[in-house]
């Protein structure tokens, strides 16, 4: 790949001192008509890790066709960061990773690593080292996507060596807007009832638009598997990737159990009250 021009993100920027970002600064970039990311990542980041937020855009007409793009036409979103001091780059799209494929997004995450000089992270790789972490085999899946995407979301998961049980759809309305960003929390847990007696390793509530930190709440103080979502995997494992020297929460138990999110969701408006 060809430089960046003023773009190039040096690690030398590591010595700056932010104020709201003292360990680190992540770059995320979200799908241009996302509504979940943001508030989910406000909520999930550990104190002394902060966030800019670009967007993914794409003029397709098509859903599958502007995933696509997202990754394609990575550069042009980089543009919307400047020279701000990122300490890793994370995508926030799962879509765009399963119809990428396995191979080529990893080949693709290293190329630009090497080009950036930072860790760059997509939401799908996280999600599949945090079910590693888990020791995860055998997955249920929770899905507020069209069958296409979740097909496609299948067929990466086992590319990556699990085993998919159940397949449980979420219900969504779709006022001329999007589908699954107009999901609810309340359509959410009502999908995960369904899934109340699940023998999986694990629960995956795929996408980064569907609401989750009520569900994995609710879902913590419940005997069963563990529940994860795409967007607490990416954060999770974008403050992991920042740096070994800072006292951020890199251990997943700790992420799942929400000792430190909790009353963040709850300040938020986003996630009940917990006890």
């Given amino acids: ?141 929770l899905s507020p996507y069209p069958n296409d995407l979740t097909q496609a979301s299948i067929a990466y998961w086992v590319s990556h060596g699990f085993d998919i049980g159940t397949v449980q759809a979420v219900n969504a309305s779709d006022p001329g807007f999007h589908a699954i960003y107009t999901t609810s929390s309340e359509s959410a847990n009502n999908a995960a009832l369904a899934l109340r007696t699940s023998s999986a390793d694990a629960v995956l509530m795929l996408g980064t638009g569907m609401p989750s930190l009520k569900t994995l709440l609710i879902q913590r103080d419940r005997m069963g598997p563990p529940w994860l979502s795409s967007m607490l995997a990416l954060m999770w494992q974008s403050v992991a990737a920042i740096s070994n020297t800072h006292s951020g929460p890199s251990e997943l138990q700790v992420w799942l159990e929400a000792r430190h999110w909790a009353h963040r969701a709850q300040a938020m408006g986003i996630a009940p009250a917990t006890t």
Avoid at 34 to 60: C, H
Avoid at 66 to 88: C, H, I, K, M, W
């Fill in 1 to 141: 790949m060809k430089p960046l021009l003023n773009l190039e993100i040096q690690r030398n920027y590591f010595f700056v001192s932010l104020e709201y970002a003292p360990f680190g600064l992540i770059g995320l970039l979200t799908p241009q008509a996302n509504t979940t990311v943001e508030p989910e990542a406000w909520a999930l980041l550990p104190t002394g890790y902060s966030l800019v937020n670009a967007r993914l855009v794409s003029k397709a007409p098509s859903l599958n066709q502007r995933l696509t793009d997202y990754f394609d036409q990575l550069e042009s979103s980089l543009l919307q960061f400047g020279n701000a001091p990122l300490s890793v780059l994370a995508l926030a799209c799962t879509g765009s990773s399963y119809l990428m494929g396995r191979k080529q997004e990893a080949q693709w995450v290293n190329a630009w690593q090497t080009r950036l000089n930072i860790p760059v992270v997509t939401a799908g790789l996280a999600v599949a080292a945090a079910l590693k972490t888990l020791g995860a085999r055998r997955l249920d899946l």
